[in-house]
């Protein structure tokens, strides 16, 4: 019976460490980019052509991903912790317990872990999000939110936000 709290205590840690990361279900970091990613691109990679995302669903497919935070304040996120380095955006939920106007997926503020990006612990890491038509609307609280403006480079992959006065751009992990 003593032998049994090691690996007990082994399993419980590495179910947090999988909570915690922005792979799900244990893949690799990309596992939400599209599939047959043949122009991948890094922070210090000059931006393609930027295509306006005037769809929701083009919008949507856009978005869902790991993505590093390369350049701009990180204060376009609202309420973002001091130690963000990326952001996750999550496929849209589909199982919503209600007629839902718009659909809509999680957001979560990604730290440095042991190995790599994590997302961060607590409430202050994670929002909400929805698009509609062509806007991405964040939500930190309940009835509350902000707007970004996403324009998206296909060839390298790279995401640009932008609000009214900051523009951040992000790249794939």
């Not at 991948?40 to 995302?53: D, F, W």
């Not at 978005?63 to 996750?88: H, K, M, Q, Y």
């Not at 790599?116 to 929002?127: E, S, T």
Request: hydrophobic share 35%; with cysteine; charged share 15%.
């Amino acid at each position: 019976m003593k032998g049994l709290w090691l690996p007990t205590l082994a399993s419980l840690l590495a179910a947090c460490e999988h909570q915690a990361s922005p792979k799900p279900n244990g893949g690799n970091p990309g596992v939400y980019e599209a599939a047959g990613d043949t122009c991948p691109a890094t922070c210090s990679t000059p931006a393609g052509t930027l295509q306006s995302l005037n769809t929701d669903a083009g919008t949507w497919a856009a978005l869902v991903g790991v993505w590093r935070i390369c350049s701009g304040p990180r204060s376009l996120f609202a309420d973002a912790p001091a130690d963000t380095i990326g952001v996750e955006f999550a496929p849209p939920h589909t199982d919503l317990p209600y007629d839902a106007a718009a659909t809509l997926g999680n957001l979560y503020f990604l730290t440095w872990g042991a190995s790599g990006p994590v997302r961060g612990g607590g409430f202050d890491y994670q929002q909400t999000y929805d698009v509609d038509r062509g806007t991405v609307y964040c939500h930190p609280y309940y009835n509350s939110g902000y707007s970004l403006y996403p324009a998206y480079s296909p060839c390298p992959r790279e995401l640009k936000l932008q609000d009214y006065d900051h523009v951040v751009l992000l790249a794939p992990f």
